[in-house]
């Protein structure tokens, strides 16, 4: 896909990774681009450091803002609120490698969700892209045809 500057956000925050008897924190970052606009990344790892030296996971938008209130996805990823708590979100990932449970602030999810809504509209995704330019780079084999 073409990569240009593009408006974007994103927040530090903790995941706490379920065990068998205990949990661990594992730092992450949510982040949100407008060039992107159907997607959110997590990158884990820590926050200091870029996120190509980590471990980054795509989730659709949709998802996340539908999981804050009721179950939602299937397969990979799925996300659903705590029946007990009102600030606890899970998240589940699954790999061909594992897979893993975590916690994480629903209102810290929620909040970064509102801040993506102000860049991109919730059904407004579709006019954010601009399609010529992502198919160009796609028919070119994934490089930006006017980085040459």
Do not use: C, K, N
Not at 92 to 106: D, T
Not at 126 to 146: C, N, Q, R, W
């Amino acid at each position: 896909m073409a990569h240009r500057s593009s408006p974007g956000y994103s927040v530090p925050t903790t995941l706490y990774l379920v065990g068998p008897t205990s949990w661990t924190e594992v730092p992450a970052v949510l982040t949100y681009a407008a060039s992107d606009p159907f997607a959110v990344r997590i990158g884990f790892g820590d926050v200091g450091e870029p996120v190509d030296d980590g471990i980054t996971w795509l989730l659709g938008r949709e998802l996340l803002t539908a999981g804050l209130e009721q179950p939602a996805g299937d397969g990979d990823v799925r996300v659903w609120p705590a029946r007990t708590s009102g600030d606890v979100l899970y998240l589940h990932l699954r790999a061909p490698s594992g897979e893993a449970l975590f916690e994480l602030s629903r209102a810290t999810v929620a909040a970064f969700l509102q801040r993506t809504e102000e860049l991109v509209s919730s059904g407004q995704e579709t006019a954010a892209l601009d399609v010529d330019d992502e198919l160009a780079a796609l028919l070119s084999g994934g490089t930006d045809p006017g980085a040459r």
